[in-house]
């Protein structure tokens, strides 16, 4: 979908000024409790705050998704035609209805009409309805840039896959499907309604697109308390009748500090509510609870992603779609109580200032000048183009990294990792934009974000990275997505060590972290689990508290004292309404599955795999997971069959090749079990435990100095210690 601006501050209350009329007759009667908030509507607000209102008219917010007309339709349905992977789509109109020709479920091209368009720049998706409720994002898009800068054309989203109606990526697909992937975030009060009975969506809104109350929340009782007829009849629970207000930089102005000559807010920031409405949608998250934008924190409906690798550079760089959140979180701006809104009109989205005036509200203008960036005048970059960098998504979207780094190509020579330097000077190599920092500032500043080698290293699966994790994970001076990282990543390295810098973190500050050691420590014995977990099944942030009941799954409520067996009981039933909330999607039923096996019921789980491929047949996890299943059950040969059939349509799958693998040498047959397992560890070079299981297939084949060849290959891509002692153990045989 497309990726939005940032969200909104405040909505100024009306007051006496703005609502002239006649003075409120005295309460005569104790005011009754207000009722509950419900969503009245864009329109309701433009009467007192016409300026917001205007604003927001014709925003990326309010063109997030539209109805299917004239006006609205950007792309060329003149009949036009698009090729890709040998299938030939047309776009074409009938009087108002617009029609694109593709592709279907089945291979097979077929007509749909348009249900909605979807954004508006710098590309525009189409909507088509599938049955059961479903809206699919159609994968070919129009590019709604001016022709001078390559746009005016279709363009598909994923030009270097083969996608095709089997691939997971395809329009037809889960992973394309609006009512789960993209609703939440393009309409307002926007409610899924998945029947798992049925397999069936009846997704509702109240305004279909980004509306006031998508960030104020339901606006009902401020209507009532801006009422000056009923105000007095009603007992608000929140100021002016707000389920929530942005007070952020409510009597704050920012300032130089004298001693450090850097920017500082008048006031600290004591709250965060702003970044956490904006984070609902600019975040990569897992949706696990309906939104009804109350005010709450983020945690309690959404798990934020952690700088895992594959979404961010092990500097903290963007690296896949994650939008703005996890980057603006590293930033030392975000620890000085920058928001949202300092840099960003909350409803027309634009900058409050052009060019490098956004950040000369705060900083000296002396930044500017050829003394700090050393270029000269007619090349001068503007400070977004060192500190920020961009890079394009959906193919011409481009976006930048809000972490306002400072650029490190020390760091692209040692670990690989982006720098705008090189960017702009791409004929150059990072050693020379090195020298040439180096040069200019002999002592160069590092920057705050100073934890690349440790995550590097901790991906690498290095034995050297435990220390400096633990360091990472106990420093209350980083901010606290860093420190989740470095929780997260220390499961691999659990001894008693680590353990202790783990337990201080369940008593992190911050949910975030709090959530990624508990997810550290599942492999625990259960009584010493349960002895550090336990406590936060009574966590006063819902996320935590489902995170705590995944991670005790296992404990038999019989063991239990019956107030525990209670607390286990309401945290567990948070985790399967999290996950039911997601019924429609594989990777929820397969949680599911994996539940219901930790509780002792093999039926249910088998009943939540099986559910997990009709929902999605691409989905190769649930296949893993069944065959799983089918051995715990000690029916190896139907696991064997769904591995085998899931192969021939997916045949480059390694976790599918890896899985028979390790199935056929249960059965002792090494023999056939060889190529799966080799095929596993051509197509996925970078798994040390592919690697480390065929190699000691091949030493238990005879095939010893095969063996050591694959072990040292592996040893060149990777650090893992398994691999260095299985190294050591057939060189001292060789």
């Known amino acids: ?31 009754q409790a207000a009722p509950q908030a419900h969503y009245v509507g864009a329109d309701h607000c433009q009467g007192c705050h016409d300026d917001a209102y205007q604003d927001w008219r014709n925003s990326h917010h309010d063109l997030a998704m539209q109805p299917v007309h004239a006006d609205t339709v950007l792309g060329d349905f003149n009949n036009a035609r698009f090729d890709y992977n040998g299938m030939t789509t047309e776009f074409s109109r009938q009087g108002d209805t617009f029609l694109i020709t593709t592709d279907g479920p089945q291979g097979k091209p077929q007509q749909y009409p348009v249900a909605y368009v979807f954004g508006v720049y710098p590309l525009q998706q189409y909507l088509i309805a599938l049955p059961q409720g479903k809206l699919q994002a159609f994968g070919v898009a129009w590019d709604a840039r001016p022709k001078a800068e390559g746009g005016q054309r279709w363009f598909h989203l994923y030009p270097e896959e083969a996608v095709d109606s089997q691939h997971y ?21 926007l409610n899924k309604q998945y029947d798992g009975d049925t397999r069936t969506y009846n997704t509702t809104w109240s305004d279909i697109d980004v509306a006031c109350e998508a960030c104020h929340g339901p606006g009902s009782n401020h209507l009532l308390w801006a009422d000056q007829q009923q105000r ?40 965060r509510t702003e970044i956490q409405v904006c984070a609902a949608c600019h975040a990569r998250r897992a949706q696990l609870f309906e939104d009804n934008r109350q ?16 979404l961010y550079h092990s500097d903290g760089q963007v690296n896949d779609e994650v939008y703005v959140y996890g980057s603006f979180l590293q930033s030392k701006m975000y620890q000085a109580g920058v928001t949202c809104s300092d ?60 972490s306002f780094r400072i650029p490190r190509p020390d760091l692209t020579e040692k670990l690989g990792t982006p720098n705008t330097c090189n960017h702009c000077h791409s004929e150059q190599s990072a050693h020379w934009a090195a020298q040439q920092i180096q040069s200019w500032y002999p002592e160069p500043n590092p920057g705050y974000q100073d934890f690349a080698e440790t995550l590097a290293a901790a991906r690498a699966h290095a034995p050297t990275a435990k220390m400096p994790l633990q360091a990472l994970a106990s420093d209350l001076t980083q901010t606290a997505i860093v420190r989740a990282t470095a929780a997260r990543l220390l499961e691999p390295y659990l001894d008693a060590d680590s353990l202790q810098t783990l337990t201080q973190a369940l008593q992190d500050p911050d949910p975030q972290v709090r959530s990624a050691a508990t997810q550290s420590l599942r492999a625990l014995p259960p009584e010493l689990r349960w002895s550090l977990l336990s406590p936060l099944l009574q966590d006063p942030v819902r996320l935590v508290r489902v995170m705590a009941a995944e991670a ?154 095969q063996a050591l060849q694959v072990t040292r290959a592996a040893l060149e891509r990777l650090q893992d210690a398994n691999l260095s002692a299985l190294e050591q153990e057939l060189s001292r045989q060789e």
Request: hydrophobic fraction near 35%; proline fraction near 8%.
């Open 552 to 705: 005790l799954a296992d404990i038999p409520a019989p063991s239990l004292a019956p107030k525990e067996a209670r607390l286990l009981d309401s945290a567990g039933a948070e985790y399967l309404a999290s996950q039911r909330f997601n019924g429609d999607t594989p990777a929820a039923q397969v949680n599911l599955g994996l539940f219901a096996l930790k509780q002792g019921q093999p039926q249910q789980a088998l009943q939540h795999y099986q559910e997990a491929i009709a929902l999605d047949d691409t989905w190769i996890p649930a296949y893993i997971n069944l065959a799983d299943l089918y051995r715990m059950m000690q029916q190896d040969e139907q696991g064997k069959a769904l591995l085998e059939s899931a192969l021939q349509t997916f045949p480059t799958a390694e976790d599918l090749h890896f899985s028979l693998g390790l199935l056929l040498i249960r059965q002792q047959q090494h023999k056939a079990a060889l190529p799966h397992l080799e095929q596993a560890a051509t197509l996925a070079p970078h798994n040390a435990r592919y690697q480390y299981v065929y190699a000691v297939a091949l030493h238990s084949a005879g095939q010893s100095r």
């Open 232 to 271: 007095n009849q009603y007992r608000f629970n929140q100021p002016q009748g707000l389920t929530h207000r942005f007070r952020e930089r409510h009597n704050v102005h920012w300032q130089i500090n004298p001693e450090s000559g850097q920017p500082q807010r008048s006031q600290p920031a004591q709250a």
């Open 1 to 31: 979908m497309l990726a939005l601006l940032l969200l909104a501050i405040g909505l100024c209350a009306c007051d006496s000024s703005e609502q002239p009329g006649p003075t409120p007759t005295p309460a005569t009667t104790t005011p």
């Open 169 to 189: 990526l395809h329009w037809t697909n889960q992973s394309q499907n609006w009512n789960f992937m993209c609703a939440e975030c393009h309409s307002t009060n």
């Open 295 to 310: 005010g709450q924190p983020l945690l309690e409906s959404f798990l934020p992603a952690t700088l895992d690798a594959g």
């Open 343 to 402: 840099c960003h009109n909350p409803h027309s989205l634009d900058l409050k200032a052009p060019g490098d005036g956004v950040c000369q509200q705060c900083h000296e203008s002396g930044y500017g000048q050829p003394e700090h960036h050393h270029h000269q005048a007619s090349n001068a970059p503007r400070c977004v183009d060192c500190h920020m960098p961009v890079k394009n998504f959906m193919v011409v979207d481009a976006r930048r990294d809000h």
